[in-house]
């Protein structure tokens, strides 16, 4: 998972990178071919209506493993704490005598209690923040709204945000995100930075950032865009239950991930724990009310996609195991929204080459 932002701030104050540059992801269809007009959902989609799209954050996806493992160790750095200060301190007998030995064991307790403080830190990263930093896309004014890890709120045009493919990671293999550069006046230096609720290989993301794209760029695709969706995270104005934190978190595409989901069943489940006390100890955020008043929905809005439509069985959906006649109605309403929104962008891609050619 690519946790840049979060434990690590984004790099600021900088001019764009070439990498950057390379990775743009635009806004417009203009130049763009038939094999970037496809859309898919990645479970990240709070809220979309005719108004906007609302999306989880990158770090929500992946919430509670890396909690689990901080808190592990965390938890044997104050067993050993506590453990090295009882000998030191209420049982010297135990103890040679020895100014050296005493010294020594000293310093382990002052590493170690460094290093638990290190870890306490990383630790509050992820508890007593917030439950998740949602993205608005609103698609009449052209917005984009997000709500930043220190808990204040970014306005910005649409057309005035400079997309790209974040890498995280060293090797062969790294995360990308999709992260949203905010400029200066020059057009060139980076002076805040957003990311979307995206973490894939660097090809996926294109797909993913397609679908953002069509909500804000395509005419008459909201319809399309609706029976792609499947499952909302519930957090909209309230915070994810205990069920279905462990039920995000072990979704596969096939029952072939079986095995390895029961393997790693134990680390799941101590995730979800995590995951848990995440959830109710950090706060729900709040929108404020210039962006609410922006974000005004028509109560006749016939687009009202959010977590009430998550599907009837939810275990039978992440774990891919839906009855044959239920996956097949699934795969036929998304295939064919997907093929109608692809018609729509060749004309969007088609429409914007005549009219440069102007």
Sequence with gaps: MNH???????????????????????????????SDALALDDTVVIRMNSTYLELVDKYYSDRGMP???????????????????????????????????TLGMLFVIISFLILAVWLYRLLRKSWFTWTHYPVR???????????????????????????????????AMPEWSIDGHILAEDGKTVIDTFSLGFSNTRQE???????????????????DLKDII?????????????IF???????????????????????TLLGGVARFVAMR?????????????????????????SAANNPEHIWRYVLANQSLEEYNALYQRQTAAMERLREKVRKSVKAGRVQNDK
């Design 4 to 34: 840049t932002g979060l434990y690590s701030p984004f790099k600021v104050n900088r001019p764009l990178s070439e990498e950057d540059i390379k990775n743009q992801l635009r806004q417009d269809y203009t130049g763009m071919g038939k």
């Design 67 to 101: 909690e689990s493992l901080v808190f592990i160790l965390f938890s044997l750095c104050i067993c050993f704490f506590t453990s090295i200060s009882y000998l030191l301190f209420f049982n010297p007998t135990d103890i040679p005598n020895s100014l050296s030995r």
């Design 137 to 171: 896309f609103n698609r009449k004014t052209k917005m984009v709204h997000a709500f930043k890890v220190d808990g204040t709120i970014l306005s910005v045009p649409w057309k005035e945000v400079f997309f790209t493919r974040g890498r995280a990671g060293p090797g």
């Design 205 to 223: 993301l294109i797909t993913n950032w397609a679908f953002v794209r069509s909500y804000m760029e395509v005419e008459d695709c909201l319809s």
């Design 230 to 242: 499947v499952l909302c995270p519930p957090v909209a104005e309230r915070r994810e239950s205990f």
């Design 245 to 267: 934190g462990l039920q995000y978190m072990m979704r596969v595409e096939s029952r072939l991930e079986w095995p390895f989901t029961l393997i790693l069943l134990p680390l």
């Design 281 to 305: 100890t950090s706060k729900i955020p709040r929108w404020s009310a210039a962006v609410e008043a922006d974000c005004r929905v028509d109560p006749a809005d016939p687009i009202n996609v």
